[in-house]
Each structure stands twice: as C-alpha cells, then as structure tokens.
C-alpha cells in the first residue's frame, strides 16, 4: 500500500472514530447509541452483519441488544439463549478483538444454531469496563478477510460502546439518586407539616400562667403547648404544693 492511501485508510479511520465518538456525545439511550457505533465500526471494517450484545448478570449468556443480519435470511428463535461459548468466549476471557475468515469450516460451526445467517467470516471485540469484559461487537461477513487492523478498530469501536454504556448506567444512577432526593423531600416536608413549633415571645399571665394567643384570647399554658406542639399532660404534684395544699397528707416519692 503507498503512503496516498494509507493516509487515506488512516483520515477514513479517525473520521469513523470522531463520528462514533459524537454519538455518545449526542445522549441518546444506550441501544441508539450502541447502534450508531456499531453501524460505524460496520462500515470501516467492511462488514455486512453482526450484532452488539451484552453479557447476562449470571455471566453465562449473551443478551443481544439488536442484530444486523446484512439482508440474508436468519430464521434463528430470538428466544433461544447465547452462551458464552466458542470464539466469542475467546475474546470475554482475553479481553481482545479476535476473527476467523473461514468460520463455516472452524470447529465453532457446531455451536451454530439451525437457520442462522451463514456466517463467511467472523470477529468480535469485547466492551470492557474497568477491566472487565461486559459485552460485544460482534462483526461478520466481510467481502474479504479481516485483519489485525479490523481488530484493532474493531477494539476501539469497543471501547466507546464501553464509553457509553458506562455513560447510560452513570445516568440511570444519577436519576435514580436525583428521585430519591426528591421523594426524601417530599417526605420531610410532609413531617414538618405535621410538626407544630413553639418560638417567638409568648405572653403569659405572671399570677395564673395563661398564655395569650395570637388572636387575643388567652388558654390555659397546657392547651396552648398541646395545640402547638406534639407534647401532651400528665398531671401531678410538686412537692412544694403537696405540702402546700395537703401537709397532713405526707406525699413522698413522685407525684
């Protein structure tokens, strides 16, 4: 290859990967966005199917997210599970974009399920978060073969799908969070309803110790803190009226 179209190969990459990064940029929900970056990748690398999947929470399967047969017939159950097996099991565990050009003849056919698309040639790249692998593009029927340099782009399409579904979960976080702030003021504020305070001056008669309230009219001080507050009343005696008021009583101990 001269130097002319490997510049041209290398412009045609970067703007695919400025275009991929714009669609993360752009917030859509993460199956859109998933779907712009794999139709990029798609297009770069030459391939005409393939899909994006992420890996189940028990770790066993892959979940498609959509699937992009290329036109040819799939009759595959879209109910049938995807576990994680064969050469896409390869690139989980390596953590690497990994492919076959002769896939039809590989010992991997066998896991190929009645009425699936025909499948010339291969390739996956794995989504890794943090250091772990939790998806994958997965690329299939190029006209030619795939090479080291579909991997390698097909690995950094990878990384902004894991971009953006890192994005999407940050975001449902961050909602989720936000709804529960609201909800916790909701509830505070119901409460504070429901609480009655007591503050301010309260004009209260030095002999009887009724209190006035604020429309003039004057209660007795147990009444107005009960209307005014969550307090109640429970009477007895000090002991400096129980000898006042009944000294051949005797009251000890609590009155």
């Known amino acids: 290859m001269n130097l002319e179209k490997e510049l041209e190969r290398k412009q045609r990459e970067l703007t695919a990967l400025v275009s ?95 009425g699936h698309v025909a499948l010339k040639n291969v390739m996956f790249a794995p989504l890794v978060i943090a250091g772990k692998t939790v998806g994958l593009i997965g690329l299939a029927n190029k006209a030619g073969d795939f090479d080291e340099n579909d991997a390698a782009m097909a690995e950094h399409f990878g990384g902004l799908a894991a971009i953006a579904l890192q994005n999407s979960r940050n975001l449902d976080a961050m909602l989720a969070a936000k709804k529960q702030r609201e909800d916790l003021i909701i509830e505070l504020k119901s409460a504070l309803e429901k609480v009655k305070k007591l503050s301010g001056l309260l004009p209260i008669c030095s002999f009887c110790k009724n209190i006035r309230d604020d429309k003039g009219y004057w209660n007795r001080i147990e009444n107005y803190i009960r209307e005014h507050s969550e307090a109640e009343f429970s009477h007895g005696l000090c002991p400096e009226c129980a000898n006042k008021h009944y000294p051949g009583l005797n009251l000890d101990g609590d009155y």
């Open 20 to 114: 991929g990064a714009t669609a993360i940029l752009l917030q859509q929900g993460f199956i859109e966005t998933a779907r712009a970056i794999f139709d990029i990748c798609r297009q770069i690398t030459g391939a005409t199917s393939g899909y994006i999947a992420l890996l189940s929470g028990d770790g066993q399967e892959n979940e498609v997210l959509f699937l992009e047969s290329g036109g040819l017939p799939c009759d595959v159950d879209k109910e049938l599970p995807m576990p994680v097996r064969g050469l896409r099991a390869e690139s989980y565990k390596s953590g690497r974009a990994v492919f076959h050009n002769d896939f039809m003849n590989s010992e991997w056919i066998k896991f190929m399920p009645a």
